[in-house]
């Protein structure tokens, strides 16, 4: 059974960077057809892609983050990060990890077929 | 940008009811839409996918369709557990994942 679960800190200051990590465990991030996401929700909000990357390495991310964004792929350790630099209160959310399947198969229709619980990360000094 | 809207925003309604939610792109995107559920307090989960393939697990009484700009999510007859909010996301444009606004499902 896939499981993700996101960690990293709950409290981040203005300006500093984001970073958290999702482990994978019943599955191997190194597995073909899948990338590795994130999509964060502020509070009472709708949902936002952030970006996500293939084990290889290729990666796509939001246009709107995309200077401040990096998602990296740990396959020694099962885990994928991601990095938020420069946060301000805006970026307060609640961040998720995810599973994308689909994108490097032949039809190319994708989807983000499993999720992590999801962490709160505050943005304030 | 490729944008999404969803209609209505919230819906009240019984159990047993037919509920049908509608979702709009700003361009076609084919066939590469993907509907979510989300309960309080817990994760997204994928209902439809490729807009109308029924995830493994997802009750029959969950159908998409659509294609182009135009797509629908039918609850055909609905039950307590499927008080939620609802989103669909466009999976065509891959410099952007974009999910919809969202529509909330609730207790007539």
């Known amino acids: 059974q896939l499981q993700l679960q996101e960690s990293g800190p709950g409290l981040v200051k203005p300006s500093e960077t984001l970073s958290l990590t999702c482990t994978v465990s019943g599955a191997s991030v190194n597995t073909d057809n899948y990338y590795w996401a994130w999509i964060r929700q502020p509070p009472g909000k709708g949902l936002e892609w952030i970006g996500m990357?293939?084990?290889?390495?290729?990666?796509y991310y939001s246009p709107s983050l995309k200077s401040r964004v990096t998602i990296s792929v740990d396959t020694a350790n099962n885990q994928f990060s991601l990095k938020l630099g420069s946060v301000t209160a805006a970026d307060t959310a609640v961040y998720y990890c995810?599973?994308?399947?689909?994108?490097?198969?032949?039809?190319?229709?994708?989807?983000?077929?499993?999720w992590g619980h999801g962490t709160l990360v505050t943005v304030s000094s | 940008d490729i944008q999404m809207t969803q209609s209505p925003s919230s819906l009240s309604a019984s159990i047993g009811d037919r509920v049908t939610i509608t979702c709009r792109a700003s361009?076609?995107?084919?066939?590469?839409l993907n509907w979510y559920q989300q309960k309080p307090g817990k994760a997204p989960k994928v209902l439809i996918y490729?807009?109308?393939s029924l995830q493994s697990g997802v009750p029959p009484r969950f159908s998409g369709s659509g294609s182009g700009t135009d797509f629908t999510l039918t609850i055909s007859s609905l039950q307590p557990e499927d008080f939620a909010t609802y989103y669909c996301?466009?999976?065509?444009?891959?410099?952007?994942?974009?999910f919809g606004p969202g529509t909330k499902v609730d207790f007539k």
């Open positions: 990357r293939y084990y290889s390495g290729s990666a």
């Open positions: 996301q466009q999976s065509y444009y891959t410099d952007d994942f974009t």
């Open positions: 995810a599973r994308h399947f689909g994108l490097a198969t032949p039809s190319g229709l994708n989807w983000f077929d499993s």
């Open positions: 490729a807009a109308s």
């Open positions: 361009q076609s995107i084919r066939n590469y």
